[in-house]
């Protein structure tokens, strides 16, 4: 294992790159040379057809905070290399090192379902989660006496909306389950959240999601990448911790699609 403190190895190998002073490196003593060289010829390795893909596809539609995250321990020249277009064998190095822990990114679009979900802005997926999860409050406590429902509102950012959520949830009758999960399996759900939290809601609504977006694939990594960091690691935790398993049943597609509808309006 090389030594030498990472970022002077890298400014060396990419100046060498840069001015193609390879032969000029090879001279050059030292741990900090020894680790360019290396660095150099691991690039050259990778020097083949289908190096080009070192990024991962659709790399930008990842939130610019997932970015940032990857290039933190890099300096100004290495960071506009990952996040640039170059595809020589130093940059096709550095890029799968800073974002090889990111996973393929669909196209920007409209949504209509599940796994459409992340060619939403983050904005949209955002609401779209907030969304469901007020949803699934109102369902846990649709049969509690108007007294407790005003009680519960108080104390909500968006209480004034409760009622109507409430309403919306009885009209469904006993379809509700097949909507929404079961009644406990909402107030599992949205036990533990401090609901005074604007964000409680978006949490609820990734756990709402969660089993069905574990039978998906990167589903779950694509919708954290989507989100700002700061959103998308803690949805993160929650799609893939105990609520992907229990309670076992997710809201269905009607729910989804009614989601998107209400809260994809807007950039």
Known sequence: MIAAPAHVAEALAIAAGRLD??????RLGGD???AARALLARGAALDRPGAAAARPRGWRQCD?????L??????AAARAIVLGDRADPLAIWLARRALGRLVP??????AT???ELPRLSARALARVLVTIGRRQLAHAIATGAPAEHAAVARRLPWGGELAGEVAAVRSLGAGAPAILGARRSAAARAAGLDWTDPMAALTAGVRAIAPAVRRCGDLD???????????GAPALRELTGPFADDPPDPVGAVEIRRAIDRGSVGP
Request: proline share 10%.
């Open 21 to 26: 002073a390879a032969g000029a490196l090879a």
């Open 32 to 34: 900090d040379a020894l």
């Open 64 to 68: 610019r905070s997932w970015l940032d």
């Open 70 to 75: 990857a290039c933190v321990d890099l300096d």
């Open 105 to 110: 990114m669909p196209e920007p679009g409209p």
């Open 113 to 115: 379902g599940l796994i």
């Open 221 to 231: 990594r694509q919708l954290a990448q989507r989100l700002p960091y700061a959103l």
